[in-house]
């Protein structure tokens, strides 16, 4: 059974930051490439960011480049999102999201995933 794991998220001040985990079981994390969405209230999910399986290349949206970064570490099944210079339209749940690495489908589709997990929720406060 594949489980994600999100872990980090909480209350935070405006320009603080936060360093979200996400852990995965049960499958081979890494031929999987991994991908961060967030969802704030009322409104739908959106991609933050993604990782490729081998960690050497990722995506990012304009808006959180320069402020967020993705990375991973195969040997512990874990991918990481630091948060940095947060401000409050960053606050919503934030998801991480698994795609086999074969399947040739944009990063910054939901559809694109193939398993999900529950979320984190970050705050941040004005």
């Known amino acids: 059974q594949v489980q994600l794991l999100e872990s980090g998220g909480g209350l935070v001040q405006a320009g603080g930051s936060v360093r979200l985990s996400c852990a995965a079981s049960?499958?081979?994390?890494?031929?999987?490439?991994m991908g961060w969405f967030r969802q704030a209230p009322g409104k739908e999910r959106e991609f933050v960011v993604a990782i490729r399986w081998s960690g050497d290349s990722t995506s990012y949206t304009d808006s959180q480049k320069g402020r967020f970064t993705i990375s991973r570490d195969n040997a512990k099944n874990t991918v990481y999102l630091q948060m940095n210079s947060l401000k409050p339209e960053d606050t919503g749940v934030y998801y991480c999201a698994a795609k086999l690495f074969r399947r040739i489908r944009p990063f910054g589709s939901p559809s694109s995933y193939d398993y999900w997990g529950q979320g984190t929720q970050v705050t941040v406060s004005s």
């Open positions: 049960g499958l081979a994390f890494s031929n999987y490439d």
